[in-house]
C-alpha cells in the first residue's frame, strides 16, 4: 500500500486533542522535578518519559497509518489511559503505581489492536514483533506498583532500558512500516509546540495568587523569550525537513522515523529541565538558583540544541556553526545561575536570539554556513 506512504493529508482535530492530553503529562513531569531537584528526582523523570515517550510516539506512529475517523472512540480510549498514567505521575514512585502501570497496559492494548486490525497488511505485520516486548514492559510497570525499593526502580528502568533498545536487540525489521512525511513530520512538530506551550503555562501556576508586579513581569517576559528561542530554533527548518522526509524512498523512511522518534526524546527532556528551573524562578526573579537549578536550566537548553542540530544532521540540511557556540555559551550561564536567576534566563536568551539572528540570511532563511 505505497499510496498510505504518499499520502498528503494533515494532522486531524482528534490527534491535536490526543496531544493536548499528552502535555498535561509532560506537565506533570515537569512538577516532578521541580518538587525534588535531586539526581533521584530527575532518575524517575527521565525513565517516566522514557517509556511514555515511546508508547506515546507509537500512536503518532499509529495515527500517521490508521483512518483517525473510522476509529475515533478508541483513539479516545487510548487518550483515557494516558490520562491515568498522567494522574499518577507524581506518586509512581510511591503509592500511584498501580495506576500508572494500568493506564500504561490499557493504552499499550489498545495500540497494538488498532494497528493488528485497522492498520494495512505491511503494518500489522511490522507491528507483530513488537507487540510482546510492550505488553511487557507493561506488565513490568504494573507490577512495580505493587513493591517498593530497589526492586520498583528496577521494574520501572527495565522497560525503559528495553523499549529504546528493542530494535537493534532484535534486529528487528522495521521496513513493512508506512510512513507519510508529511503527517509525521507535522504531527511530530505539533507535539514540540504544545510542549513548548506547557513551559509558559507552569509559569502561570507558579505564579498564581502572586501580585504582578516588576519582578514577576521581568521573568515572565525572559521565559517567554527563552521559549521562544527554542521555537525558532525547531521551526526555523521544519519545511526543510519535511521536504528531506519526502524526498526519502519510502522504504528507507522507516529508519529515519524511529531516529526521529528518539531525537524527540531529548527535545522534550530538554523542555521539561527548563520549565522545572523557570518554576524555581517565580518565587524570588532576582534571587539566585540553587546549584540544582543553575545546571539544569542550561543543561535543558543545551540539550534542545544538540538534539534539534542531530535532526539537521540526519537530513543533511546545512546549519549555523554558531549551534555549537551557543551549546558552550549557554552552559556557561550556571555560574551566573548562582547569583541571579533572572540574570541567567536573561543570559541564555540572549546567547539564544545572537546565535538564532547571527544564522539567518537576510531573506530569512538560516545561514547554510555547512555542518
Do not use: C
Request: aromatic share 10%.
Amino acid at each position: 500500500m505505497a499510496h498510505v506512504a504518499e499520502r498528503t493529508d494533515r494532522v486531524s482535530s482528534l490527534e491535536l486533542f490526543f496531544d493536548l492530553v499528552f502535555v498535561f503529562t509532560l506537565t506533570q513531569l515537569t512538577g516532578l522535578l521541580a518538587d525534588d531537584p535531586t539526581w533521584a528526582g530527575l532518575a524517575k523523570v527521565v525513565l517516566l518519559l522514557s517509556v511514555i515517550w515511546w508508547i506515546y510516539d507509537g500512536y503518532v506512529w499509529l495515527t500517521n497509518a490508521l483512518d483517525v475517523v473510522g476509529h475515533i472512540l478508541l483513539l479516545l480510549g487510548g487518550m483515557a489511559g494516558f490520562l491515568v498514567m498522567a494522574l499518577a505521575i507524581p506518586t509512581t514512585f510511591e503509592d500511584g503505581g498501580p495506576a500508572f502501570g494500568l493506564g500504561y497496559l490499557a493504552v499499550v492494548a489498545l495500540h497494538s489492536w488498532l494497528y493488528l486490525r485497522a492498520t494495512s497488511a505491511p503494518d500489522s505485520e511490522a507491528i507483530r514483533s513488537l507487540v510482546p516486548y510492550n505488553v511487557a514492559a507493561a506488565l513490568m510497570l504494573v507490577a512495580a506498583g505493587l513493591v517498593d525499593g530497589p526492586l520498583q526502580w528496577a521494574l520501572i528502568a527495565a522497560p525503559a532500558i528495553l523499549l529504546w533498545l528493542l530494535p537493534y536487540i532484535t534486529k528487528m525489521s522495521i521496513e513493512g512500516f508506512q510512513v507519510a512525511a508529511s503527517h509525521f513530520v507535522e504531527r511530530h512538530g505539533l507535539v514540540v509546540i504544545v510542549v513548548l506551550g506547557e513551559s509558559i503555562v507552569v509559569l502561570g501556576v507558579g505564579a498564581a495568587g502572586a501580585e504582578v508586579g516588576f519582578e514577576l513581569a521581568l521573568i515572565a517576559v525572559l521565559a517567554l523569550a527563552l521559549s521562544a528561542s527554542l521555537w525558532w530554533t525547531y521551526f526555523s527548518h521544519e519545511e526543510e525537513v519535511e521536504e528531506a522526509m519526502s524526498t526519502t524512498p519510502v522504504a528507507e523512511r522507516p529508519r529515519l522515523a524511529l531516529l526521529t522518534g528518539y531525537i524527540h526524546y531529548f527535545l522534550l527532556l530538554g523542555v521539561i529541565l527548563v520549565a522545572a528551573a523557570l518554576k524555581k524562578a517565580i518565587p524570588d526573579p532576582l534571587g539566585d538558583f540553587a546549584w540544582e537549578t543553575a545546571v539544569v536550566l542550561p543543561v535543558g537548553v543545551a540539550m534542545f540544541v544538540a538534539a534539534d542540530t542531530a535532526t539537521l544532521r540526519m537530513f543533511r540540511i546545512d546549519f549555523s556553526s554558531g549551534r555549537r557556540v551557543a551549546v558552550v555559551g549557554v552552559l556557561a550561564t550556571i555560574p551566573l545561575g548562582l547569583v541571579s536567576a533572572a540574570g541567567q534566563v536573561a543570559a541564555i536568551a540572549l546567547v539564544m536570539a545572537a546565535t538564532l539572528i547571527s544564522g539567518r540570511r537576510p531573506g530569512g532563511t538560516s545561514t547554510p554556513t555547512g555542518h
